[in-house]
């Protein structure tokens, strides 16, 4: 049981580079979110799933796009990259409706330059 | 207006000593989830403790307890016997059930503790 995984660990890009963040999680979870975390600052939504299927934006969606064609991925699509998206980047998981409980995957380093 | 309010960017305390970490929130919806997570200098998230809006008792988790005061919309985490690994930040973050609970949490921007020994 790997609980939420995210691949890359770190990653550099250029600006206008696009690319891909890698989410998963084996818990059967129905929830999952993407959060970017920038220095000084707490974690802000950017998407979030309640499904396979469904997706929907949350405080800082702009310029980031995200799937769920299955219950277990989740990723989040930067389109074409800026410096304003260098963060550290999280997933997450959720059980769903009635569990408080939230998993938190590694992290992603990610500079734009 | 911010939803959750953490008041100290930094917090310097005595190896042992009991330590309050502050939070406040804001919402008017009467169901919803305050937690605290602790992030230490590598990087994840550690979820510490939970207090749900419609408990009767405050949460606890071993050395970790939530002062959770409704009327006054605060919940601060107070740590006991506070030791050297303890240093870390610390981020308070709200669910709301507006969103069925799905739309994720809502961070404050953190505490950073360091326990001096």
């Known amino acids: 049981n790997a609980g939420v995984t995210q691949t890359p660990k770190f990653q550099v890009l250029k600006t206008g580079q696009s690319m891909t963040l890698q989410c998963a999680q084996d818990?059967?979870?129905?929830?999952m979110s993407w959060y970017r975390q920038d220095p000084g600052m707490g974690l802000r939504l950017i998407h979030y799933?309640?499904?396979?299927?469904?997706?929907d934006q949350g405080e800082v969606p702009n310029g980031y796009n995200v799937s769920r064609s299955t219950t277990e991925d989740f990723p989040l699509r930067l389109l074409s990259a800026a410096p304003s998206q260098t963060s550290v980047y999280f997933c997450?998981?959720?059980?769903?409706?009635?569990?408080?409980?939230?998993?938190f995957g590694p992290g992603t380093r990610l500079t734009v330059t | 207006a911010q939803k959750i309010t953490q008041t100290q960017p930094g917090m310097f305390v005595q190896e042992k000593e009991a330590v309050t970490l502050d939070c406040t929130y804001d919402?008017?919806?009467?169901?919803?989830?305050l937690f605290w997570y602790k992030q230490p200098s590598s990087g994840e998230m550690i979820f510490l403790i939970y207090?749900?809006?419609?408990?009767?008792q405050n949460a606890t988790e071993g050395r970790y307890s939530l002062n959770f005061q409704k009327a006054r919309k605060s919940a601060n985490l107070v740590i006991s016997a506070s030791q050297l690994g303890d240093s870390a930040m610390y981020f308070c973050?709200?669910?709301?059930?507006?969103?069925?609970?799905?739309?994720?949490?809502?961070f404050g921007k953190g505490t950073h503790l360091i326990i001096q020994p």
């Open positions: 997450a998981s959720s059980p769903g409706t009635g569990s408080y409980e939230q998993y």
């Open positions: 818990m059967n979870h129905e929830y």
């Open positions: 799933s309640v499904g396979a299927g469904i997706t």
């Open positions: 919402t008017s919806d009467p169901s919803y989830g």
């Open positions: 207090q749900g809006s419609y408990d009767q």
């Open positions: 973050a709200m669910r709301e059930s507006a969103g069925g609970g799905a739309d994720g949490l809502t």
